[in-house]
């Protein structure tokens, strides 16, 4: 709760003192430069998660720590920058540097925190990698991440510890972003012009760096590309897709430093998802931009498009260089199915079609931000006179993503899970991030509009709607985001409190590497998954890691391991050396009761069972 406290205090302080200059420079060069507010605010956003990505990769940096570096190193660059404007010399005792630049820093090292994952998808075997993130502030374990997928890419993995994405929070999601990209902004203006600075006078060795770079990962591209087929993809890449053509369409401009920041673009995409999906982006990022600029030699196109793939190749030399140096296998999916098995199962799912698309009706219907970002994108659109090029690109995409949303079901889902339709309101709002991005991205360039009409008269304009956002949007927010974390962080916090609490157990009776089953009797969104993926004292015991922790008679629900009998139960459980219950129920309360013989009576969370000689114990956690 202190913490809560010192963030609204430090929030209070970045706008009153920080905010109104920064913004007031940034006001400034956006009249300079060629891009709208909306893409300068993206490029920030996509800078702060690249630079974080990175230095974790490359330099193993703890993921808080790289991101607090990040937003350091940003404003040093931006402090520097000024300075340089303002033609006067940097003076480190300046009170910028004193006083405001560790401010912000302590700014954003308190709001960054490990966040827990509550929804099925993340604390599978699927999402090992996030897991692993959030524990440990990295991303790469070798002895963890032997059972996850390593093509869930660094930005997917970042972002799920930026906010919660998939636990249904809308307005946690918006938080983060816009923050990020208003923050995003007053850095990449500095940042940019001294992009424009040094391709100016180091265009040839730019070149020539890019180029080695370049060949580098190329080489690397054919070695270890992973080949892996997830069924998910059309989710987080066509975010960016739509972004990006979005921007492209409404601010393509044909020069080296653009093509760089193309080139960006398409990293964060690779970032988001690696598949092939991404090197179609690349194409097609190409093919528009060579006809951008038709009078362009072939000498000319070549440098730009290697100055557009180059950032791509880097990043993924930085990623799956690692992990082939680490040892740790790419693994496929295992809901990969072959092209005949696809058309088996969607001959018997037709009738599905019509049930998937009422209840996506349905939804859209009563989705209040979802609404609300569509009507701010066409008034924006409206506003900045390219209704008809954004309504195209926006009312194509979601075409598309539906489509290949309901083939999903109809080809890759298992029976079970396609017939009830399992989970498709979270894949309904996986749009959500990217179109809160896109109605950002608009407004921003409204605004960028109207500030130029208007800045004649209204020079203070840009900082007083930044501090009002700041006040009723960040701290209002900001209260909302730490009421939800508190709730997510209790079953985290119970699984790392009770785990210790068990491994001391274990040396205390000695016993080697000890066998424990975990039990949460009704949820499907189960404590026990946690457990499992906490990797918890795992040098003292082996978790029985099987599907759901949920035992009973009757397969009510897919988490459910179904024993007719407590006796057929309790031979199941029998080699087991420990059982660690989080959630009982009537049922299981029977079967306890007949092999701890009146040692122990319910609640049995209150307890661990011990077996120790054939003889079961209860232990008070």
Not at 240 to 246: D, E, K, L, M, S
Not at 288 to 314: D, E, M, V, W
Not at 515 to 538: D, L, N
């Amino acid at each position: 709760m202190q913490l809560d406290y010192l963030g609204n205090f430090l929030i209070v302080l970045l706008a009153y003192f920080f905010i109104p200059a920064l913004s007031g420079i940034a006001f400034k060069n956006l009249n300079k430069n060629e891009f709208g507010l909306g893409l300068n605010s993206l490029m920030g956003l996509i800078l702060i998660s690249l630079t974080t990505v990175l230095l974790n990769l490359g330099l193993n940096i703890p993921i808080k720590f790289a991101y607090f570096i990040s937003i350091g190193s940003m404003l040093v660059l931006l402090a520097l920058t000024l300075q340089r404007q303002q033609r006067k010399k940097v003076h480190f005792k300046d009170p910028l540097f004193v006083v405001v630049l560790p401010i912000i820093l302590l700014f954003y090292f308190f709001l960054f925190r490990p966040y827990s994952i509550t929804t099925w998808d993340e604390y599978s075997h699927w999402l090992t990698m996030p897991k692993q993130f959030i524990l440990h502030g990295n991303l790469i374990d070798t002895g963890f991440l032997q059972k996850g997928f390593t093509s869930y890419t660094p930005a997917w993995s970042l972002y799920t510890i930026f906010a919660s994405l998939l636990n249904d929070s809308e307005l946690i999601i918006e938080f983060v972003i816009v923050q990020n990209l208003i923050f995003g902004l007053i850095c990449f203006c500095a940042i940019s012009d001294l992009l424009k600075i040094y391709f100016k006078e180091h265009s040839n060795k730019v070149i020539s760096i890019l180029l080695v770079l370049g060949l580098l990962a190329l080489k690397s591209n054919l070695l270890l590309y992973p080949k892996n087929n997830l069924i998910e993809y059309p989710m987080h890449l066509m975010y960016v897709v739509i972004v990006t053509f979005t921007i492209f369409l409404i601010n393509s401009k044909a020069t080296r430093r653009h093509f760089l920041i193309f080139g960006l673009l398409i990293a964060y995409a690779y970032c988001l998802k690696h598949s092939n999906m991404t090197l179609v982006v690349f194409v097609l990022m190409v093919v528009f931009a060579l006809k951008r600029i038709n009078k362009s030699s072939f000498k000319q196109s070549l440098k730009l498009g290697l100055i557009l793939l180059t950032p791509y190749l880097i990043l993924f030399l930085f990623w799956n260089l690692k992990l082939k140096l680490l040892g740790i296998p790419t693994i496929a999916t295992p809901t990969s199915i072959d092209i005949s098995q696809q058309m088996a199962r969607l001959m018997g799912r037709w009738h599905l079609i019509p049930k998937a698309f009422k209840e996506m009706s349905a939804f859209f219907s009563t989705d209040f931000p979802m609404l609300r970002n569509f009507s701010l994108i066409f008034l924006g659109a409206f506003y900045l006179k390219r209704l008809k090029t954004i309504s195209i690109i926006v009312v194509g995409y979601f075409i598309f993503y539906f489509f290949a949303l309901v083939w999903m079901y109809l080809t890759a889902f298992g029976d079970y899970e396609a017939n009830q339709l399992m989970s498709l309101s979270r894949y309904i709002m996986a749009p959500i991030f990217g179109f809160v991005l896109i109605a950002a991205i608009v407004l921003a360039d409204g605004l960028d509009l109207f500030i130029k009409k208007y800045s004649a008269t209204r020079k203070n304009l840009y900082k007083n709607l930044t501090l009002l956002f700041y006040f009723i949007f960040i701290i209002g927010v900001r209260n909302e985001f730490n009421r939800v974390y508190r709730g997510l962080q209790f079953p985290t916090d119970l699984v790392l409190t009770e785990g210790a609490k068990l491994t001391k157990l274990i040396e205390k009776l000695n016993l080697d590497t000890p066998t424990v089953r975990t039990i949460e009797q009704g949820g499907e969104e189960s404590i026990f998954f946690h457990a499992s993926f906490a990797s918890i004292g795992k040098d003292h015991y082996t978790y029985i890691t099987i599907w759901g922790s949920t035992y009973g008679p009757t397969n009510d629900n897919i988490w459910r391991h179904v024993f007719k009998t407590h006796d057929v139960f309790l031979q199941e459980i029998k080699n087991d050396k420990i059982i660690w219950i989080f959630k009982s129920d009537a049922w299981l309360d029977v079967a306890i009761q007949k092999i701890v013989k009146g040692e122990c009576r319910p609640p049995y969370e209150k307890y661990f069972i011990v077996k120790l000689e054939n003889e079961y114990h209860c232990y008070d956690k």
